[in-house]
Structure formats: C-alpha cells, structure tokens
C-alpha cells in the first residue's frame, strides 16, 4: 500500500497546492492513506478549525502537527472533536487533543499514525522517545501499518529516533525545518526514514515567511513581525509503499511538484 506524507503545509500558498495537485496525486500514485502535517497552515502560524475542514475536504485523511498547533486559541475546542488533527502526544495530557488515531486506509488496512515533538531547542514537552515506547505499546499488535510524524529542529534528534524506532513502525518522517533532505532510506528493520519531509508552500521566502522581512530580523535582532511569503509555491511529499502484512516498508521515495 502506497502512503503520501505531504510535508508543511504553509499558508494559503501551501493550501492552493494541496487543493490543485492532491487528486491527481492520489489517483496516479496508488494512495491509500493521504497524510499532512498542517500546524503553519492558518497564516503560517496555526491551523483554525474552518482550514482543517478544508484540507480534509480536499482528501487528506490525517492532519499532524508541532509545536504551531497553539497558536490559534479556536483550535483548542476543535481539538477534542476532531481526532483526525493531531497534536504532538508527548505534550501534558490534560491538553486537549491526541498524538495517536488508529483509522482504516482506503484500501480497508488499519493504521496507525502517531504525532510525536523533539525536544532540542523546542518547548518543553515529555520525552518522545519514552512516549513512543508507550503509545506502541498500546496499539493492537495487528495494526502492523504505523507512521510517525516526528516535529524536531536537530537532524541528530530525528536520526536518533528513526534508530529507536526501526523495525517498530513503518516509516519515521521528520518535520520542522520546511527543507526537504535527500537522505531518504529503508534501515535494517524496515522502517523507512527521512529527516525532513520538506514544506508545501512558498519558496521564494525564508521557510515561508517573507524573506525582506526576515533578513530585518536577523539584521537588526528586533522582533519584526513575519508575514507568509506568496512567490515559488512548491509542494514537497514523501510517498511510502508498505506491505501490509509485515508493516515493513519495501519504498521510500521524494514526491514534488512546482506551483
């Protein structure tokens, strides 16, 4: 079974691209389980609840997330009814929301999709590592498909985890820094693995946010604030073909296309 794992989605920019390409995507790659990590969706900062019944309306079947998933203060209500967006799981528990959904694929296949944050140079959370420890082992040992969405800002850190995790889970796929790496692998246990899934959105920007506007920041160490970019959308995804039986992934490939 094929996966799709689109990468950052950033602002309407990022939308347009997933609303423009993610049919066709479906259709000609096989897909049956179509996932997104939205958390800068809403601006470039936060997903609202009006945008995730969009993204959702366009096809994808899960959203995941990081540490943006806060900032807008409607999505707290959302959280608890929507169990298709996720929130990073190694956050307190008393928040509302979750970092694991076990669902059916289209081909009838359940999966599982956990939501997981680094803690380098990130806001305080729980260890991922002990919370992946537990959320595997609170899944039916026949969900054999798991994809883990790994929000961390140090390579080091989702390298560490993609180890920690091999041969426990299908495929580990960073998300973060919105810069696609070319270090897409299988390691020895069959977990697919990639560092940094990259971004859906512009690219003619710093990250997507406005480059002029960054450049003042980094220049003068004010607080400018950042406005999402407009120019050089691009969308970036990963696809994973995993055999179902095994949950072992047998492929791992870059998908991208220019706006």
């Not at 799709?4 to 993610?22: H, K, P």
């Not at 900032?71 to 307190?92: F, G, T």
């Not at 073909?241 to 791992?252: E, F, K, L, R, S």
Request: charged fraction near 20%; glycine fraction near 10%.
């Amino acid at each position: 079974m094929n996966i799709l794992f689109i990468g950052d989605i950033f602002a309407s920019t990022g939308r347009s691209l997933v609303a423009r390409y993610l049919q066709e995507i479906i259709s000609t790659e096989k897909i049956s389980l179509a996932i997104a990590n939205a958390e800068n969706s809403a601006g470039g900062f936060g997903i609202t609840p009006l945008i995730a019944e969009e993204l959702f309306s366009m096809g994808l079947d899960v959203l995941t997330s990081g540490n943006h998933i806060w900032d807008k203060k409607e999505i707290y209500d959302y959280l608890p009814r929507q169990p298709r967006l996720l929130r990073p799981a190694n956050y307190r528990k008393e928040l509302p929301g979750q970092g694991l959904l076990v669902m059916k694929a289209r081909n009838g296949v359940e999966a599982a999709i956990l939501d997981l944050q680094g803690r380098a140079h990130m806001p305080a959370t729980d260890c991922p590592f002990h919370e992946a420890d537990r959320l595997l082992a609170s899944l039916d040992p026949s969900v054999k498909v798991r994809i883990v969405d790994f929000h961390a800002e140090l390579t080091s850190e989702k390298m560490a985890m993609g180890w920690y995790l091999n041969g426990r889970v299908s495929a580990m796929l960073g998300t973060h820094t919105h810069v696609p790496t070319a270090d897409e692998r299988i390691l020895a246990g069959g977990t697919a693995y990639q560092s940094d899934v990259g971004m859906t959105g512009p690219y003619d920007s710093v990250i997507g946010s406005d480059k002029d506007l960054a450049l003042r920041r980094f220049l003068t160490a004010m607080p400018i604030p950042l406005d999402s970019a407009k120019g050089g959308g691009e969308l970036h995804a990963t696809i994973v073909t995993v055999d179902p039986q095994t949950g072992h992934a047998t492929a791992i490939r870059r998908y991208a296309r220019n706006g």
